[in-house]
């Protein structure tokens, strides 16, 4: 392929991939070095570098169409994140609310055998 003059033999648009392919490096590390993503200060300043420069000299521009669907599903995600969490606590208040019911179930058993034996004791100290 000629990369000379910024874009492919076929006159397609430069993505992610392409520059991966170009560079030898990943579509991930690409990827994090043209959004800024976290970690990029991690990667090597030649390599940020780098990549920077073949994207504006291939005229890499992102994909509007990808990119909008990238955040539908982080989007998407946090939502079903936040119905787990409801979910979650609900679950949490049924159980515990259950858990309340049982024991004053338990509660009512015990002060009953009490007062049994009170009376028990009762009638027999009353024998004696």
């Known amino acids: 392929m000629d990369w000379s003059n910024g874009m492919t033999d076929t006159a397609k648009p430069v993505t992610l991939k392409t520059l991966s392919e170009h560079l030898g490096l990943s ?21 940020r570098e780098r990549v920077q420069e073949a994207a504006a000299r291939l005229g890499y521009r992102p994909n509007v169409h990808a990119r909008m669907l990238g955040m539908r599903s982080r989007n998407s995600k946090q939502v079903d994140a936040s119905q787990d969490r409801g979910e979650t606590y609900r679950t949490k208040i049924e159980e515990r609310m259950q858990r309340l019911y049982e024991l004053e179930q338990e509660n009512a058993k015990l002060k009953q055998l009490v007062a049994e034996l009170r009376l028990g004791n009762a009638v027999r100290a009353s024998l004696e």
């Open 27 to 47: 579509s991930a590390t690409i990827s994090i070095v043209l959004n800024n993503a976290p970690g990029v200060e991690a990667m090597k300043l030649a390599t």
